[in-house]
């Protein structure tokens, strides 16, 4: 594989596997997590029998302490893949880092835990090469944690991070530590979707490696999380590449998240651009509503096998939802098909934020916007000193929205605390995706100010600056660094003797800058971006006269000497002699770069709104402008200061102007605050939530102006993120306006609680709602929205937060003594959570009706997963508009509640026939298992009940059929006739009420009365029945039914089908009927009965002769209800004492 230079990594098995990979497409193992899933392992089988069974913290779901306290397992998984065809197995490393670790206070074993992965995953390489004869190869696997550093976990606190760089890179380092101790081939940097947090897992693995003197081959895998094409903090598939490129890697590619066909257009972009071999392993198609993945390994191979015939690949694999079947079939077809072709390294300049920026040929000019530069903006000082960052983001916008395409930062001021400032602010514009989609210079004299800045941007920087000021030593130092956090640099043109002024001094001192960086350090040349200094000209003093000139012809012979590298310069510093008179200074600025370009000057800090089109400048202005700028003669700076003069005494010198009306505010009040919501804009929502509020007549209370706008603009925002037309940082910008929304309103929703109240002694709160984001998810957007809502209609809201454990969650519903439990999650994972809080909740007898929202949760997921897990009430809540209803069903009366709760019950039970019956294939376990996993009643302490008083046959005929008439089930009479109405009025009686089928129900009733009253009355239905019991015990799965008490004579052999449709639930029984008979030497008895209807064929035979169809219905309808009450033993009042 090209690259820039080829990279030889040390380790014995490179040269083995660098010509595999160039022979042929290699494979890669399928999903850890997937095969972990399959052994269904409780907290307990977590735990294992040794070290950690009296672990005081929960495990359950720790899958990297398997390697401690279960090896064999994941021994056996290692085998399986590799007996598939893969060449690659990753160690059960994902979550192996301290930070991961942390949720189960298991920091100190995170060394322990990498290096028995990567022993048991040699083990198994090793044996397998032993016995089949082939490399096989082992890759440590690296996950990104369970923190993002671009993002924020609070909305409130959009500058804060749940962790930081050197955070990262401390816990990735001790992880890279133990995985090259245990000996692997290679290091994955797997599932990336926070750039940051990958590069800051580089940085520790290129500290390691330099450390221990070894280099080992580097792969790294992003995640796209949606059809926009982005990682989940927002980057392109090009972005993200540009941001890690810099890693020295034997392989780039991406998995997870997406099936292959979702997969594909990104796979293709990324095989067009990445100079590395390339690697795909994505999850088996995208998760059913069940969170499961339902492509089989044909169906997947036949897509991946696209990505094959078209030269994408390199490496290929499974992720979520693939099994050794997959990878089986994978192997397969890799071997039919070449590996992608080598592409040369690209040494065309690239930065990136959420977007990729490359300095193609028809970008003749990049703009730096200069006004996030303490040095450069006094507004911008002013604000930064007053604290005022929100109106400081805003200086950003401004300059990106007027054409900056990368902007500056800058805190270099004596009453600033850079690090503090540079570290706030960055954060903050990360947070921001108008400003975060440009790349960023972080400038600063002080390096570790500008270091500060680069920890904070998963965007490829640049840093400004470094020099030859006080010596080589120093110089190559940082630019090491900065090679390793993978920025471009800017070089001044200074050394030990000065700055250089001078045509050839600036060209020599970067020319020796350039040496040192490419020969001595590695530098990669197009990222090598060199400040010939333009200094200040029209000063009065004749020795300044020349510097533009001298600037612009250096450019010319660096470009030559130089080459890739890049040119750039502060505009600003040209025109400080005219500080104050912004139309000379602007002028000055556009007719030196018309000049500067054309030399080669590559990009430049300017205020980009600001430049005037060189041609638009007035002449005479031009003229003055180009006389000082090149030199021309004598008197230019003479004549420009006398042009400065007349501006001075007219008063025009200075800039501005008015600013244009912003056309979306001409709208109605409702647009205004939804478009505010959309494009995250905090600056008019208040304003314009008052003047919605004051609208009494459009809405009454200010709860509607939440209900109404808010939530309408929030359904936009929820729909366009489903879309994948906005991404994560998006989102949350958009919950911040919506929180400054709320925050608003509140005092006055509590003024109107309060007068509502008036008068009343006590005023009796309608609930208690206990509200938390579950375990392992960070987002809270819609569940605060919900406690807003609820608060509003006089519930209290408890608010437990996010990353809420299942213990936490139960002891303070009880402590509170909460009516109703909502979960929230956002993330897939959290699926799985919840469905462990509602066993939990059933396991310890919490009997609350329990609530489920969030954007990845549905009303399928919960009828098929939640509900047969909970018994006392599972709903799912589509949005905050609809929790109120839901919740004073719930609170209104114990009936009411009841009432609702069967309703729900009927729908999510019909949902889960209906998807069960859908599906493609299911799981069997062997009967051998099932066997073993039987109900297993232990008949010495549930002995089998005496024997029936009565063992003969009893005969009832007839049996009085009017005193069974007032118990029937009306419900399964009307579903004959296709008769459903609409929550709250679908079941008997309600359904009389239903606004489209009750009139049609009532009048069906009424007839079925009319007829039931006659056949009672003229006795045209006969209802009889028989019933005997007798001896009987199970055999395995069988019943044996004996003639008689001595039990040696079979009557009857009844053979029962035992379950093996494998369990959600791991201790969950497969039933047999035979299992609730004792076994041998238990004396037990089985009863038979039979009824039925005598009559109802006749009745029925003659409505038909007569062509009566509707009344034959109508009394076959009605001997079904008749005879599901005869069979019950209550209704046939039998002795049935024992």
Known sequence: MSTKKDIEYTTKSWPELKKLLEERILVIDGAMGTMLQKYKLDEAGYRGDGEFKDWKYSVKGNNDLLNLSHPEIVESIHTEYFQAGADIVETNTFNGTSISQGDYHMEEYVYRMNKTAADIARKVANSIREKEGRPVFVAGAIGPTNKTASISPSVEQPEFRGVTYDQLVQSYGEQTEALIDGDVDMILIETIFDTLNSKA????VHEVMEKRGVRIPLMISGTITDSSGRTLTGQTTDAFYTSIRHGELMSVGLNCALGCAQMRPFMERLSDVAEFFVSCYPNAGLPNAMGEYDETPCEMADQLEEFMKCGFVNIVGGCCGTGPAHIKEIASRAKKHKPRAAKPWDNTFMLSGLQQLRATPDINFINIGERCNVAGSLRFKGLIKRGNFDSALKVAVDQVENGAQILDINFDDGLLDGVQCMTKFVNLMGSDPDICKVPFVIDSSKFFICEAGIKCAQGKCIVNSISLKNGEEEFIAYARKVKRYGAA???????EKGQAADKQSKVDICKRSYDILTQKVGFPPEDIIFDPNILTIATGLEEHNNYAVDFIEACKEIKKQCPHAKISGGLSNLSFSFRGLETIRQAMHSVFLYYAIQAGMDMGIVNAGALPVYDDIEPRLRELCEDVILNKHDKATENMLAFAEELKSKKGGGGGGDTKKLAWRESSVEERLKHSLVKGIPDYVVDDVEEARVNKAEYPKTLNVIEGPLMAGMQVVGDLFGAGKMFLPQVIKSARVMKKAVAHLIPFMEEEKKAANAGQTEVKEAGKILLATVKGDVHDIGKNIVGVVLGCNNYKIIDLGVMVPVDKILTTAKEENVDIIGLSGLITPSLDEMVYVAKEMKRTGVKLPLLIGGATTSKMHTAVKLFPQYPHGVVHVLDASKSVVTVSRLLQS?????DYLEEIAEVYEEMREEYLAQQKERVYVSLADARTKAMGIDWEKSPPVAAPKKMAGQVLDPFPLETIVPKIDWNPFFAVWQLRGKYPNRGYPKLFNDETVGAQAKKLFDEAQAMLQDIIKNKKFVAKGIMKFFPAN???????????????????????????????????????ISDFIAPKGKPDYIGFFAVSVFGAKEMCDKFEADHDDYSSIMAKALADRLVALLHHPHRLKLSLRF
Do not use: W
């Open 201 to 204: 897992a580089l940085y520790a």
């Open 489 to 495: 640099v800017i070089v001044m043109a200074f050394d």
């Open 894 to 898: 114990e009936e009411s509640k009841e």
């Open 1034 to 1072: 199970s055999v395995g799965d069988d019943i044996e039914v004996y003639a008689d008490e001595d039990r040696k004579t079979v009557a009857a052999t009844f053979h029962g089908l035992r379950q093996q449709v494998q369990k959600e639930n791991r201790d969950e029984p497969y039933l047999c």
